[in-house]
């Protein structure tokens, strides 16, 4: 009899869990990923994304954050775990073996063709900082690179799309800049500019890589009032930031990243004290960072990023 039972309630339990899977729009369960054999940057990444939820990535330099994005978009092709866009799933299997081996698989099963059979309805933001300024193309030319595809057999645009980059452009403020040159913008226009690419195409998801990286406050606040717009509308966000104050505390939903997933829920319950600590490395020593245990989260979160601004700083120093 009480074999039966818990075999019923193992039955009831994976019958929720494959009903939450079914829910989301996007599911990731036991990702395993890494730049080096046998040296992984990500482990054991399970994340539940329901469509409408604004996610933020919190993590300090080197955690795994934009990796993470990368193999959602197709960038990556994971060792382990599977990806299940919607109802479609693509499970991975580290390749055993030499190093050869591994790259032969990486070249022989290109991801980015599995995810576009499998969910094309991704758009992508890149850090603007990884981006080559040098290349000569207009604002236009950028946003409509989003439906370059949609353009078929001949190389311009038809009426019908440049209607629709217009309107893109006029919707974000950026219209007077249409034939400009991308490098003849501020910091924050580009960053608009790279917004209007990835939404031209109607995405389900849009995932952002540091979208408030290296802008101002008024500019900050611009674009995350154009994410809380879309979210309000049902679009499903994913982003990446440093700024854990002024952006991370604000977002509905926070996942804290340091390899491996230390927390996620609310910011008001994920962002604790013992989270952070845990996921910028500082568990054990408080002193060196001048961090007292009973001051308040806000205190700690302001420790925490000039920690990581300061980690920054060395990275680029050397």
């Known amino acids: 009899m009480g074999h039966k039972t818990l075999h019923r309630n193992r039955e009831m339990q994976n019958q929720n869990l494959n009903d939450k899977v079914d829910k989301n ?42 990796t993470l994005l990368k193999i959602i978009i197709g960038l990556h092709r994971p060792w382990h775990g599977y990806i299940q866009y919607g109802s479609n799933k693509i499970n991975y299997t580290k390749t055993a073996g030499s190093t050869s081996a591994l790259l032969t698989s990486y070249l022989v099963n290109p991801i980015k063709d599995s995810i576009r059979a499998s969910f094309s309805s991704i758009g992508y933001v890149p850090q603007i900082e990884s981006v080559d300024w040098s290349f000569p193309v207009t604002v236009t030319e950028v946003v409509g690179m989003g439906i370059w595809n949609r353009s078929g057999i001949y190389p311009w645009f038809g009426k019908g799309n440049k209607e629709k980059i217009h309107h893109m452009l006029d919707s974000l403020g950026i219209a007077e800049y249409a034939k400009r040159q991308i490098r003849e913008l501020s910091g924050g226009e580009q960053q608009r500019v790279f917004l209007g690419r990835a939404l031209i195409s109607n995405p389900q998801i849009l995932i952002l890589d540091e979208p408030t990286s290296g802008v101002d406050y008024n500019t900050r606040e611009k674009i995350f009032a154009i994410l809380t717009d879309l979210n309000s509308k049902g679009m499903t966000i994913i982003l990446t930031t440093h700024d854990v104050t002024g952006l991370g505390k604000r977002l509905p939903w926070v996942v804290c990243i340091n390899k491996s997933i230390i927390s996620q829920g609310p910011p008001n319950e994920a962002l604790n004290q013992e989270n952070l600590l845990k996921t910028y490395g500082l568990a054990t020593d408080f002193s060196s960072f001048g961090i007292d245990k009973n001051k308040n989260t806000l205190s700690l979160t302001d420790t925490v990023v000039a920690h990581d601004r300061r980690h920054d700083t060395n990275l680029e120093s050397e």
């Not at 990702?31 to 046998?38: A, K, M, Q």
């Open 25 to 66: 729009l996007l599911t990731i369960r036991d990702l395993e990923f890494g730049y080096i054999p046998h040296k992984p940057i990500l482990k054991g990444i399970n994340l539940d994304v329901p469509k409408g939820r604004f996610l933020g990535l919190l993590g300090p330099s080197g955690s795994g954050k934009s």
